[in-house]
């Protein structure tokens, strides 16, 4: 059982590190978005993701542990690669470049339900059913975070097809 705590004490470690990461990360997305809903989205989510940081620290407080995050690299790339899209969606048409927001929110959205499904497996194994409502809840929240994302998504990519079978029409005529 010593062994399981410690496995899932690093989880919790690593998650702290990574939704504290993205309490930085959201304000810089929601404002970058072109979409209303997006932007809406996005604020949402950074007041839950603070929640999220304040059941972690319950998790640790339950296990009888110190809340300390550790770097998480897997977020931190992911961070990056979300900065990258902001810059380069600046440059981009409306609707693109909100598709490309959502793409990188939603690869976040997928590492955390990943890495909270770890780490609610493990303490499932462990009995731990207060650990386990905590990482269930926020669990269920990422999921429906990336489902809400691949709904905000279906009227941006119809305008970004319409927006190109315009473009392609535009240059039909010129010739």
């Given at each position: ?49 603070k ?13 009888g ?82 489902q809400l ?27």
């Amino acid at each position: 059982m010593e062994l399981l705590q410690e496995l899932l004490t690093e989880e919790l470690k690593d998650l702290l590190h990574a939704e504290n990461q993205l309490v930085k990360a959201l304000p810089k997305m929601a404002k970058a978005a072109k979409d209303a809903d997006l932007k809406t989205a996005f604020e949402d989510h950074l007041e839950q993701t603070k929640e999220h940081v304040e059941r972690l620290k319950q998790a640790f407080e339950i296990l009888g542990e110190k809340p300390k995050a550790k770097p998480c690299k897997g977020m931190a790339g992911l961070v990056e690669e979300g900065a990258e899209v902001i810059t380069e969606g600046k440059e981009m048409e409306e609707a693109p470049a909100d598709l490309a927001l959502i793409g990188a929110a939603q690869r976040v959205e997928h590492y955390e339900i990943a890495a909270y499904g770890t780490a609610r497996a493990i303490a499932e194994q462990m009995d731990r059913q207060d650990v386990v409502r905590l990482l269930s809840q926020t669990l269920a929240e990422e999921e429906k975070a990336d489902q809400l994302l691949t709904k905000l998504a279906e009227p941006l990519l119809e305008e970004a097809s319409h927006s190109g079978e315009q473009e392609e029409e535009l240059e039909e005529e010129e010739v």
